[in-house]
């Protein structure tokens, strides 16, 4: 058995089902142990980061690890963006990097490069596997470290000349670290300073997204007049009908600090500091007032479903709390497109179960609180500011959840990154509704441009607007597989969207604004 099939082997019984890839050369010792070995979903992405970020998105949904199969440096390098964006939502990742053969590599070949440089950059886990005996042991080490919590993104180069040598068959799966639990003395703390009538905000974030955690965060809400915010961008959060409704931090500063404002409490919950995404002239870093006291209840690997749990105990709040209806009314709305009336729209249509994958960017600042009635979904968003990771984040998700209808809220800018992913969609036959909102500019840069006091002039009109010529979503979806149809108001969409429901498989919906 070679080195790459004994690491296929260990992956399989390690609990990685699916590897996402755009294989070369050195990989292709992987792929022949692919062919001969069952139990490895194989999916192509036709770019790097289209691999990453289904990798990305199968881990949010799946919670556990996919594989990608990368190769060299450049194939790492494509896909740096999106494990970037990865990382930043702690999600699991087990990443195997082709490189040159060990003794080739002195001659300095074509593809030679500083793959460990490139991997460390986005990785927790990095190793170089030096041997074949040893590759499969190195694979148990690497899906160890990509399931510790709370999720890593971890990265195994093999040199050709390890995955063809003599392996030494597949090593067992290595245990996987739980999460740790918050002392009690912190549990305390926070209930002290709960109790001190001064007003505090829970900041909420991975783990403490899911129904569990809110349902806990609320009855501390409940029973202490507590508010309760997520980070601007949620890896993944329980939402709708009956899931406590939780607002995020603004994006725009001003409107973040007057939402934070009077605050003397934030209490973390497997959140950081609320900071601005961007730093301006005369505005502070971060969004909490100057005298706004910061206490961790959990670090984003410890345990903050049983920390808010016991924190609500703490503090003597009802076992029960029914969910107040907060957000807007569900409503199929008309005319031209709006943030807010799409929401509502989006909110009264979206099937029951949905996944919903928002790389909206500014057609998707209103969307939260008018979702919040919406049928019960799951909400994943890009943690990282690195765009181009709606489509496949999307398709990841698709793959890790196949009865379940995903719908993907990706602006045409950020699409453009990746617009291969919807090949992938059709032709892995993916139940995915994607919705790309056509406003052919880079809006959110003309806002930032216009809140420096500047007007936009040549140099901003040619970087910033996307038209000349204009960008034709169906038929790009059309040319990879996938139906589209094109439309142009809310009761349009609404028609479009539902009929895209109404049936299995890829389906695009170009909204012309
Ligand atoms: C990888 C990466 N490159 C560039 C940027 C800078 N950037 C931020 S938003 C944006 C344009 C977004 O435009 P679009 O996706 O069309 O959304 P809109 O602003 O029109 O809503 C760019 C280029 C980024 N965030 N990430």
Redesign the pocket.
């Known amino acids: 058995m070679t080195g790459a099939e004994s690491l296929i082997r260990t992956l399989i019984d390690s609990g990685v089902e699916v590897c996402f890839a755009n294989p070369g050369t050195s990989e292709i010792q992987f792929v022949i142990a692919l062919d001969k070995i069952e139990g490895m979903r194989c999916v192509l992405g036709m770019a790097e980061t289209v691999v990453t970020g289904c990798a990305d998105g199968y881990a949010r949904m799946a919670e556990k690890p996919a594989a990608t199969l990368l190769h060299c440096g450049p194939g790492l390098a494509n896909g740096i ?1 999106n494990l970037h964006n990865a990382r930043r939502a702690n999600s699991p990742m087990v990443n195997i990097v082709g490189d040159q053969a060990t003794y080739h590599r002195p001659f300095d070949p074509p593809l030679s490069a500083d793959t460990e440089g490139l991997a460390r950059a986005v990785s927790h886990w990095v190793r170089r596997s030096g041997s074949a005996q040893q590759v499969s042991s190195d694979g148990a080490a690497a899906v160890q470290a990509a399931r510790t919590p709370p999720g890593q993104i971890a990265t195994l180069i093999v040199p050709a000349d390890v995955a063809w040598g003599e392996g030494s068959g597949p090593a067992a799966p290595l245990p996987v670290a739980v999460r740790p639990q918050v002392a009690p003395e912190v549990v305390r703390a926070v209930a002290r300073i709960l109790r001190s009538g001064e007003p505090v905000m829970l900041l909420l974030n991975g783990q403490a997204l899911g129904e569990a955690g809110l349902s806990a965060a609320q009855r501390i809400a409940h029973a202490t007049g507590a508010k309760l915010r997520t980070p601007t961008q949620v890896p993944r959060m329980a939402r709708g009908r009956g899931r406590v409704p939780v607002e995020r931090v603004p994006y725009v500063v001003d409107t973040a600090l007057n939402v934070l404002a009077g605050l003397k409490h934030a209490i973390l919950v497997g959140a950081k500091p609320p900071m601005g995404f961007f730093a301006y002239p005369g505005k502070p870093s971060l969004m909490t007032p100057q005298d706004c006291v910061m206490t961790v209840l959990a670090r984003p690997e410890q345990d903050a479903v049983a920390a808010l749990q016991w924190l609500a105990d703490e503090i003597g709040a009802p076992r029960f709390v029914p969910v107040k209806e907060a957000g807007l009314k569900p409503a199929i709305a008309s005319g031209p497109f709006d943030s807010e009336a799409f929401g509502m729209t989006l909110a009264a249509l979206l099937p029951e179960n949905a996944i919903v994958c928002d790389d909206a ?3 998707g600042r209103a969307l939260f609180p008018a979702t919040f009635n919406a049928a019960p979904h799951d909400w994943i968003q890009s943690t990282g ?4 990771h709606g489509l496949p984040c999307a398709t990841g998700a698709a793959v890790a959840c196949p009865d379940r209808k995903v719908v993907c809220l990706q ?4 699409g453009m990154y990746t617009l291969q992913a919807l090949w992938t969609q059709a032709r892995e036959k993916l139940d995915v509704v994607n919705v790309v ?1 056509a ?1 052919r ?5 003309f806002g930032e441009l216009r809140s420096e006091g500047a007007e936009p002039g040549c140099a901003s009109n040619t970087f910033f607007d ?1 038209g000349r010529p204009d960008l034709d979503w169906v038929r790009i979806a059309q040319g990879m597989g996938v139906e589209a149809a094109r439309v142009g108001s809310l009761e349009g969409f609404a028609d479009m969207f539902r009929a895209a429901c109404g049936h299995r498989g890829p389906f695009l919906i170009e909204f012309r604004i």
Request: charged content about 10%; hydrophobic content about 55%; overall charge neutral.
């Open positions: 963006a960017v500014t057609s500011g690195a765009i181009g602006a045409d800018g950020a909102f406003n500019i880079y809006k959110i840069l996307l």
